[in-house]
């Protein structure tokens, strides 16, 4: 993934999920939703008419869903010197934020500027799970 590729999500606690790569069909079906999703003007612009990032987008949702987090937003990075994919948390989060990290294999730190509680999942060139 280029920096210029990356996105955050925001995410809380509970959650469900797709697992896009558990089988040809369900690979099929999240070809089908990208798709979708990439023709779709409301969607961000990185997105847009690329299918590969946002089946990455779904594969990386699917993985934090199915670690009981829901994924409120998700959208372009504010900037794109991001070194690694990383867990940011307001104050308050950091038991879940260190945890949802250690999940993903990611870092963690708290940041300024978030709510109370609340998680950002900044995926940068070095993305979850060391690929």
Do not use: C
């Not at 939703?33 to 699917?62: D, F, H, Q, T």
């Not at 730190?109 to 900044?122: I, R, S, T, W």
Request: aromatic share 6%.
């Amino acid at each position: 993934m280029t920096m210029a590729e990356e996105s955050l999500a925001k995410v809380s606690e509970h959650g469900g999920t797709i697992d896009v790569f558990a089988s040809s069909s369900n690979f099929e079906n999240a070809q089908r939703m990208a798709k979708a999703l990439a023709s779709s003007s409301m969607v961000p612009e990185a997105y847009r008419g690329n299918l590969p990032n946002v089946l990455i987008a779904i594969e990386l949702a699917s993985r934090i869903g199915a670690m009981g987090y829901t994924i409120s937003k998700v959208g372009r990075a504010d900037r794109f010197d991001y070194p690694s994919s990383t867990v940011y948390y307001g104050p308050g989060a950091s038991g879940v934020g260190t945890r949802l990290a250690r999940q993903l294999s990611v870092d963690a730190q708290q940041a300024p500027g978030l709510l109370k509680d609340e998680l950002l999942v900044v995926v940068g060139p070095k993305t979850i799970g060391g690929s």
